[in-house]
């Protein structure tokens, strides 16, 4: 609950712009000063055992989250007052690491998807994947945590993903999701599966996945594909941001953590007609991101 940061209000624009109804999940509400945690538990039922301090601080903070989404023109409210939600943003305030609010995330979540995406939310068999962030860990060495939006995913799979020195084409080791109730980028015990269907938030460990792209897609080889044309097909996301990038004269230094972030970025540079942004040039930061300069 400390304000809105830029990736924050770039999210909110693309959801407006695609009219896709939303959320907003306050997180971290155990970083406020004497918080009393109640862990997994509802958001009201822990407020209720706050003290008085505590109240007014998270009533300062949730006032500060509503003004600030005011300047981006969204009427907000928290969830459990918000008695119109197609005129009003829902607050939802959680903690990922008490679990506190959770199940009211998942509740509005449920809802909101069957209330008003109903007609929009169809399971294909075709597999759907995004890379949504690449990491060393212990044990596993370097792996991938992966939304699966659609289709099945089997241990042993072929699997291609973008990389910074071109396609990586590896087998699927391991398959492994959080324990009940963990976020999946928090550090813990995982469990292992021989297979998942969609939809899932996934980690998946693979040789050769040092050099792989959060944001780029996860396509799987199966018999009847061209490793090769898949390759290209995987490859084609970075190239396009590749050549909107002038590579003459001088221009600015941009950075981003995935492709999404780098085409936002990008794009943000175009309206505010930046005539150059110089010659493009991928490296892997030691935080682990992308550059273009």
Not at 103 to 125: A, F, N
Request: charged content about 25%.
């Amino acid at each position: 609950m400390h304000g809105l940061e830029p990736q924050t209000i770039e999210s909110l624009n693309l959801l407006r712009q695609r009219k896709t109804p939303f959320i907003v999940a306050l997180n971290k509400i155990d970083r406020i000063y004497g918080w009393n945690a109640s862990p997994d538990g509802a958001f009201q039922d822990s407020l209720a055992k706050q003290s008085k301090a505590v109240h007014k601080e998270f009533e300062e903070r949730l006032n500060r989250t509503k003004l600030a989404l005011a300047e981006q023109g969204l009427n907000s409210e928290v969830y459990y007052k918000n008695r119109n939600q197609a005129k009003y943003v829902s607050l939802v305030p959680t903690s990922a690491i008490t679990g506190e609010g959770i199940p009211d995330l998942l509740y509005l979540l449920c809802h909101l998807t069957q209330t008003r995406l109903s007609e929009k939310i169809m399971y294909v068999g075709e597999l759907e994947a995004t890379v949504l962030e690449v990491k060393v860990v212990e044990g596993l060495g370097t792996t991938i945590d992966v939304i699966l939006s659609n289709g099945v995913l089997n241990e042993g799979d072929r699997i291609v993903v973008c990389g910074l020195d071109g396609p990586i084409c590896t087998n699927v080791r391991a398959l492994l999701t959080p324990q009940p109730l963990r976020e999946l980028r928090v550090k813990s015990q995982y469990v292992h599966h021989k297979q998942i269907k969609a939809a899932m938030g996934i980690k998946i460990s693979a040789n050769g996945l040092e050099k792989a792209i959060a944001g780029s897609r996860l396509l799987v080889v199966t018999p009847d594909d061209d490793e090769e044309q898949l390759a290209e097909e995987v490859m084609e996301d970075l190239e396009k941001l590749m050549t909107a990038v002038d590579k003459t004269g001088r221009g600015v230094w941009v950075q981003a953590s995935t492709l999404g972030s780098l085409e936002a970025l990008l794009a943000f540079l175009k309206d505010m007609k930046i005539p150059r942004l110089g010659h493009q040039h991928w490296a892997r930061a030691q935080e682990g991101t992308c550059s273009s300069t």
